[in-house]
Each structure stands twice: as C-alpha cells, then as structure tokens.
C-alpha cells in the first residue's frame, strides 16, 4: 500500500499524490480518474493551472468516496487578500465541500486589481505584483480558513528560508508542508533539511523535472535503475520517497500513473544507502539544475534562480 507520512497537525498525507499542472482539461478527467482507480488516494491541483472543474469531474467520475481521498490546492497570487473568495472558487470547481490542505501557491501577491485576472502585467511587461501587502497577512486568511472548517490543513509553496521567516514570527499554524521543485537535479539539501528542523513535511512537484526531462536519461539513474530491474521513473520517486518527500508525479498518460505509483512503491524498498547517496550528489557533480522558474520581478531568496 502507500506509505503516508504525518503531519505536524496529525494528520497522515499519502506519499505519492497524482500532479495535475499541464494537464489538458479534456484530458486530466480520465487521467485522475484512472488515477484513482489504480489506487491513487492524493491529487494536487491548483486554482492557477485552470484545470480544477475537470479534475473535479475525474474524481467524481473515479467512483471513489470523497473521504478516501487526499485533495490539494492552492491560493493563486491574485487573491492574497481575498483568500476566501478564492478558496470558494475552488471548493466549487472540484465539487467538495472541503479541502485536505491549501497552499500558498508562490510567496508574491499579485494587483487584485490589475489588468488580468491570473497574471496582471505592468505596461513594462512584468507582473504586477502588490509589494504593499504582507504574507503575514495572506497567512492570517489561511488560518481563518482552518477555523471555518473549509480546510484541514494548511501549507505553503515555493517558500523559501527568507520568504518563510516572513510568516513564522506571528503564525499561529505552523505550515503543515511546503511544496517546492524538488528532484535528483534540484534537491536543495539545505532547505529541506530547514524543514525537517521545522516539522514542515517537503512535497515535490516536477519530480521527474517536468516536460522534457533529462533526469529521466541521466546515467547514473539509469544505471540504478537497470541494478534493481525498474524504470528510471521508479528511482527518482523512489529516492524522493524515502527522504520523508511527498511524490507530485504530474501524467496523463495510463500506463505511467499507474506505473508512477507501483513503481515509487518499488523503488522505495530496493534503494540502498549508496544509490541514495549518489543520487544526493548528482546536482552537486555539477548537473544541478532548475526546470521551473516564473519571471516574478521579486527576490525568491532561492539559490541558482536568476534575477527578473
Ligand atoms: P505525460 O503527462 O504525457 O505522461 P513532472 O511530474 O516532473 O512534471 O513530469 C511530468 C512529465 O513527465 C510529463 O511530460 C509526463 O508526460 C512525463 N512522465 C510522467 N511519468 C513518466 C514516466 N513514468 N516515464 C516517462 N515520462 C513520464
């Protein structure tokens, strides 16, 4: 079965959840369907990938109870200070009455009045971000949001250490996790570690390093891979798995969602010490690399993230 790690809430997360970015409206429903049925019980989606009606469909479509299931979304960064109104959007769009756990999907309020609802631009080009509003203050709503019973939890994302030292001083929920690009190319080992320190459980999206992946070609993870007779997929996860990182595999295809979960589960239980190990030290080795990285005119605070 899925291994589940707990929360600092309680509450136990399955490990391995289906990610939901990219995925096409006509086909993420089959695809969190199948998901579902194949054993899945976690999907992440976010109000900014405009994909939740469908995703909310597949889950309705899969058959399975909402009880059984984990589901993720996420504030986008035009309702920072309209949290709720967001929040209910997105209850509305996926069909439940409820959310598992909702993240700040990136620490950058955005205009809620700007000239577009997702991505407002200044006439320079760059996104329009309100530099006034405090994160302290979007993460007072989330709070609000746990005490209304509209969430079980609550979380961020794409928090880095200095972006985090701007909510912990006067938060009174402790993030439960934080959900950042993390992968054999990418694992910020300090960050992580920072959150372990924390009790904040780290969830990786782009496990694979998203469309167009080298990771899954690398050598030295195909070389384990080929040792333990699984795929490269299996490795990744796997190696993601056994560090205490929640797996965000985003596919829409069959035979890899189901393949993603069997294959994670394989993984987990045939790496060794020294596969882990060398995988850790890949980026290092001088392959370090990142696959995701918005232009938000705002320093991150993240390592190798040029400036915009
Ligand atoms: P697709 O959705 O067409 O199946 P990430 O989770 O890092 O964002 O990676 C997602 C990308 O990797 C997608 O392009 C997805 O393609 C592809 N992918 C997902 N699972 C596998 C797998 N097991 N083997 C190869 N490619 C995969």
Redesign the pocket.
């Known amino acids: 079965s899925v291994p589940k790690f707990k929360l600092n809430n309680g509450m136990e997360i399955p490990a391995i959840g289906l990610?939901t970015?990219?995925?096409k409206s006509d086909?993420v429903i089959a695809?969190v369907s199948h998901a579902l049925k194949e054993g899945y019980r976690h999907i992440d989606c976010a109000w900014g990938y405009g994909n939740e009606k469908d995703v909310g469909e597949g889950i309705k479509q899969s058959g399975i109870p909402r009880s059984e299931i984990w589901i993720t979304s996420k504030l986008w960064g035009t309702y920072h200070s309209r949290v709720e109104e967001c929040l209910d959007q997105t209850l509305t769009n996926l069909g439940v009455d409820y959310l598992d756990l909702y993240l700040v999907h990136w620490p950058v309020p955005m205009n809620p009045k700007g000239n577009h609802p997702v991505f407002p631009l200044l006439p320079n080009g760059k996104r329009d971000v309100d530099h006034s509003w405090k994160l302290s203050d979007t993460w007072k709503q989330m709070e609000d949001m746990v005490k209304k019973g509209k969430v079980k939890a609550i979380g961020i994302s794409n928090f880095s250490v200095k972006k985090m030292e701007e909510i912990l001083p006067t938060a009174e929920i402790i993030p439960a996790t934080n959900q950042l690009e993390l992968?054999p190319y990418n694992p910020q080992h300090e960050l992580v570690a920072y959150l372990k320190e924390k009790g904040i459980v780290p969830q990786a999206?782009?496990?694979?390093?998203?469309?167009?992946?080298p990771?899954?070609k690398d050598e030295v993870i195909v070389e384990i891979a080929q040792k333990h007779s699984i795929?490269?997929?299996?490795v990744i996860l796997g190696w993601l798995v056994s560090k205490g990182i929640v797996a965000?595999?985003?596919?829409?295809?069959p035979a890899?969602?189901t393949?993603?979960l069997n294959?994670t589960i394989a993984g987990v239980s045939k790496l060794d010490k020294d596969d882990i190990a060398k995988i850790d030290g890949l980026a290092a080795a001088g392959k370090q690399k990142r696959?995701i990285m918005p232009p938000w005119p705002v320093d991150l605070g993240f390592d190798n993230w040029p400036p915009f």
Do not use: M
């Open positions: 990610g970015w990219q995925s086909e695809a992968h999206y782009s496990p694979l390093g998203s469309t167009g992946s990771l899954l795929q490269p997929a299996d965000l595999p985003k596919s829409v295809t890899r969602i393949s993603n294959g696959f």
